[in-house]
């Protein structure tokens, strides 16, 4: 079984300014790992994944993750936050046989002018 | 392509009453979850359907809960009666492969009983 932790609730931050939303998770077994984002009355979207490889990813729109086994973490970063940013934010983990994900409380990211 | 639709969108529903949620995931998808978000918890896991099958149904809470996925295409999910704690939201996904493939969500069902 897998548990995952997202250690902030609320992150407001000010436009431009650096964020990170962090997560951490716990299992027996080697894992996939997932940050999802829900935008203000939308459905959930994949941002980033660390399926294998290099264990930092990257998003489109400037998000980075690391994933980090030796501290189970997996924290999202990005350096400069927009308006547009403003979403909850889902961390997520599926063992290796890639069916369910493991979710945690989720975070929401207020960017602020 | 069209994603994964819900529907309703929203449904209020009285306490002992039935409500059926609708998924249709994305076309040549076997894969189907249903997953659920009570007063901004985390989201749980409830069951996930291959083609027709149910390939794992440990997240489904108790016996009000049914669902089905006839023909491996669209599936329901029917609460019946229901309770007030079966308020949430609720997440229909869809997948073409298991590994390393995405998960696709659609914008799910937001349930209030009352």
């Known amino acids: 079984a897998q548990s995952v932790t997202q250690l902030d609730s609320q992150v407001p931050v000010f436009e431009e300014a650096p964020v990170e939303l962090r997560c951490n998770y716990s299992?027996?077994?080697?894992?996939?790992l997932f940050w999802y984002v829900q935008y203000p009355n939308q459905g959930l979207q994949l941002l980033l994944k660390?399926?294998?490889?290099?264990?930092l990813v990257k998003s489109i729109n400037g998000f980075e993750a690391e994933f980090n086994k030796s501290q189970t973490s997996f924290h999202l970063r990005k350096p400069s936050v927009h308006i547009s940013d403003t979403a909850e934010y889902f961390c997520?983990?599926?063992?290796?046989?890639?069916?369910?994900?493991?979710f945690g409380e989720g975070t929401q990211l207020t960017v602020n002018p | 392509e069209a994603g994964v639709t819900q529907f309703p969108s929203h449904s209020v529903i009285e306490k002992g009453q039935t409500v059926t949620l609708r998924c249709d995931p994305i076309?040549?998808?076997?894969?189907l979850y249903w997953y659920r978000r009570v007063m901004g918890k985390e989201i749980k896991f409830l069951l996930h359907?291959?083609?027709?099958?149910?390939?794992?149904e440990s997240g489904m809470p108790n016996n009000r809960f049914l669902a089905e996925r006839t023909g491996g295409t669209y599936s329901t999910l029917k609460v019946q009666p229901a309770e007030l704690e079966d308020s949430g939201v609720y997440f229909c996904?869809?997948?073409?492969?298991?590994?390393?493939?995405?998960?696709?969500f659609g914008q799910g069902t937001r349930l209030t009983v009352v």
């Open positions: 996904a869809s997948s073409q492969d298991l590994v390393g493939t995405d998960t696709f």
């Open positions: 299992s027996s077994v080697s894992v996939y």
């Open positions: 660390y399926l294998s490889g290099s264990t």
């Open positions: 997520a983990v599926s063992d290796l046989t890639g069916s369910r994900l493991t």
């Open positions: 076309s040549g998808h076997d894969n």
């Open positions: 359907f291959v083609k027709e099958s149910k390939q794992d």
